[in-house]
């Protein structure tokens, strides 16, 4: 069956870095879409950003955008998030997500597959 698990969440200080990693299996990799939403405590999930099957665009959020890198490894079926400059407004769950459209889309509605979500806390 299809699985994508995040790892690599925890508490990081305000400014520091975290790396969120999706591996990914039960279907193939390079032909899905691929992005990172979260959800802060009390709030409705978001996009974050997202990348495209070759891994040679990508597309962020206004609020990451700067501070955050999505790439992945298609050899590995591995996602990641690279997070810098981090606030306490990062602070949430971070899931990432499939789609088999060609396109990266801020709706998660449109994605078929989603991970379980990662815990990320900034502390001020």
């Known amino acids: 069956q299809v699985q994508l698990v995040e790892s690599g969440g925890g508490l990081v200080q305000t400014g520091g870095s975290l790396r969120v990693s999706c591996v990914v299996s039960?279907?193939?990799?390079?032909?899905?879409?691929m992005a990172w939403f979260r959800r802060a405590p009390g709030k409705e999930r978001e996009f974050v950003g997202g990348?495209?099957?070759?891994?040679?665009?990508?597309f962020y959020a206004d609020s990451v955008k700067g501070r955050f890198t999505i790439s992945r490894d298609n050899a590995k079926n591995t996602m990641y998030l690279q997070m810098n400059s981090l606030k306490p407004d990062d602070t949430a769950v971070y899931y990432c997500?499939?789609?088999?459209?060609?396109?990266?889309?801020?709706?998660?509605?449109?994605?078929?597959?989603w991970g379980q979500g990662t815990r990320v806390i900034v502390s001020s």
């Open positions: 039960g279907l193939t990799f390079t032909l899905y879409t």
């Open positions: 990348i495209s099957r070759s891994g040679s665009s990508t």
């Open positions: 997500a499939g789609t088999k459209l060609g396109y990266i889309d801020l709706m998660p509605t449109t994605y078929d597959y």
